[in-house]
């Protein structure tokens, strides 16, 4: 059965720092490129992030270019997003995605092949 279990999300002040993470299973964590959406109230989910296989190229959002960094631990089989100078526009849930590296990069919702449950990121102002 494939996983990918998210969590470190909670409550922040503008500012601060949150570190999430990602837990894969079910599936070969290694061929797969990996991604961060988020979701806010109201609104379409929207691209974050993404890393690829191997030596983890990476790609970012406008938005969060400068402030987000996210990596990946081939041995964990974990994808981490580190969320630095939060921001309260940043407040969504966050959902980690995989899909197969043929997709790179992955920038969009209809190239994920599997989807976490999401954690919900609150920062305040």
């Known amino acids: 059965e494939v996983q990918l279990a998210e969590s470190g999300g909670g409550l922040v002040q503008s500012g601060g720092s949150l570190r999430l993470s990602c837990a894969a299973s079910g599936f070969s964590f290694d061929a797969y490129a990996m991604a961060w959406f988020r979701q806010a109230p109201g609104k379409e989910r929207e691209w974050v992030s993404c890393?690829?296989?191997?030596?983890?190229?990476?790609h970012y959002a406008d938005s969060v270019k400068g402030r987000f960094t996210i990596s990946r631990d081939t041995a964990k089989n974990t994808v981490y997003l580190q969320m630095n100078s939060v921001k309260p526009e940043d407040t969504a849930v966050y959902f980690c995605a995989a899909g197969p590296i043929t997709k790179w990069p992955m920038r969009d919702a209809t190239e994920v092949e599997y989807w976490g449950q999401g954690t919900q990121v609150t920062v305040s102002s």
């Open positions: 890393i690829s296989t191997g030596h983890g190229s990476t």
